[in-house]
């Protein structure tokens, strides 16, 4: 896209996006922290591990699946819910809760989530039945909500230049240094003592985050933010995300779409509708439409889309499948994926910098089709799979092509907005990743064919490799929009 020198946005409303990208670097500002510096080691470990902790339950609750539906008597709806109420509620209130950062300031609302979820975590480690395992979940989803946006904003607002890019590569390897080794921690855990303890583990690591982010991070807030929060556009998406989740879940259960799963899908779809409707409409909405008009933003977050929508979906059903149909243990399938936080370790900081010389265009197209042929290799897994001959090769693979895709894919989704709008523009791109997770465990089970049991190997095996070509064509897809929409040079991507 181009336009005329001097139609800049100066003028415009403050959610307005621009139509040109601004030919002058950003100037970095005075107090900008730099990456190599000792603060910069310190704020790094509080974002990476308080964004770590909530995004480490997905994939130890998967692990710990079977154990809980045997302990609480739970159907395949059950251990739906108890991965998708908490993506729900994350989905839902991370719009808000990175408004909320912006306006309030992202260091308090960060250490407000940090805690909130900890409580919320001590709920679920002392669930005593199915249900209020459940709910205790949609409060931590509330509590990842607010502290999400307020890592990568905190990040965005810390560093500057190239050392942003570099500190987002290294945000992303290190949390997903995190996120593999969990589940690794988590196997032990729900194999040695029990699952309520992967819950229980969440307490410590939030102490040492609230300790390093009073004594190391700045504080930073919008003084433009809006003063009106947007609580209408907030409840009619999570009315809309609430009854599209339910009705593709009970639509698994029940095996046809009755009059509940019509009505529930109806009128989630209305209310998805009324949100777009209230969205263009408010005065200081959380979702800025005209944001939207902006190419790079629109299609990295498209992009966002389809390539987590495969990341959760593969992870969901490659755990739970190690362990049901090929005999894994809890811990031997907590560790399967470990190659894949490897090499985010070694290649995410590189693959960030790397974008930031020669453009995100190209690694975010070639890191989702290497992604893609990763769950290809990895839909052969069956009943008494070697680890090194059937699982590593399509481990590794699909490592590589998540350490070349992630760190440009946030890189770019951040920068493809105004910087007074970095929390906004964090909301987005981790509520439409988590948005994506959400309708993956909601539907895939349901076009894999799971049916009403995710703890029957004959059931299972077939629906696995379904689900994982499914997934496979959904990251091929990710790559293909990331081409059309991304730009080549990265000063491109930049609103001006």
Known sequence: ??????????????????????????????????????????????????????????????IALPNIAEDLDADTADLQWTVNAYALTLAAFLLLGGSLGDRFGRRRVFLVGVVWFAVASLGCAVAPSIGLLIAARALQGVGGALLTPGSLAIIQSTFSGEDRGRAIGAWSGLGGIAGAVAPFLGGWIVQFTSWRWVFGINLPLAALVVAVTLRHVPESADPEAAKRLDVAGTVLG????????????????????????????????????????????????????????WRPFAGTNAATLLIYAAISGLFFFLVVTLQVVSGYSPLASGIAPLPVTALMLLLSPRAGAL???????????????????????????????PYVTHVLPGVLVFGLGLS??????????????????????????????????LLAIAVLPLVAGVGTSL??????????????????????????????????????????
């Open 455 to 496: 703890t029957d190997p004959g059931t299972l095996g077939p629906a696995y490799q379904a689900a994982l070509l499914v997934c496979a064509g959904l990251l091929a897809g990710g790559g293909v929009v990331s081409w059309l929409t991304v730009p080549s040079s990265a000063d491109a991507v930049r609103p001006g």
């Open 1 to 62: 896209m181009t336009g005329p020198a001097d139609d800049r946005p100066d003028d415009r409303p403050e959610n307005a996006a621009p139509d040109a990208p601004d030919e002058a670097a950003p100037v970095p500002p005075d107090d900008a922290v730099t990456y190599s510096s000792a603060r910069g080691r310190w704020v790094l470990l509080a974002t990476v591990l308080g964004s770590a902790i909530a995004f480490i339950d997905a994939t130890v609750v998967t």
């Open 238 to 293: 999570a009315l809309g995300l609430a009854g599209l989740t339910y009705g593709f879940t009970r639509w698994t259960s029940v095996g046809t779409p009755d009059a509940v799963v019509v009505a529930t899908l109806a009128g989630g779809v209305l209310a998805l509708v009324a949100f777009v409707i209230v969205e263009s409409r408010a005065v200081a909405p959380s979702l800025p439409p005209a944001l939207f008009r």
């Open 404 to 437: 070349a895709t992630v760190a440009p894919l946030t890189t770019t989704a951040l920068a493809a907005a105004p910087d007074r709008l970095a929390g906004v523009a964090s909301g987005v791109n981790n509520a439409v990743a988590r948005i994506a997770g």
């Open 355 to 385: 974008s930031h010389r020669i453009g995100p265009r190209l690694p975010m197209t070639v890191g989702p089709l290497v992604c893609a042929a990763g769950a290809v290799m990895l839909s052969t897994i069956g009943a008494d799979a």
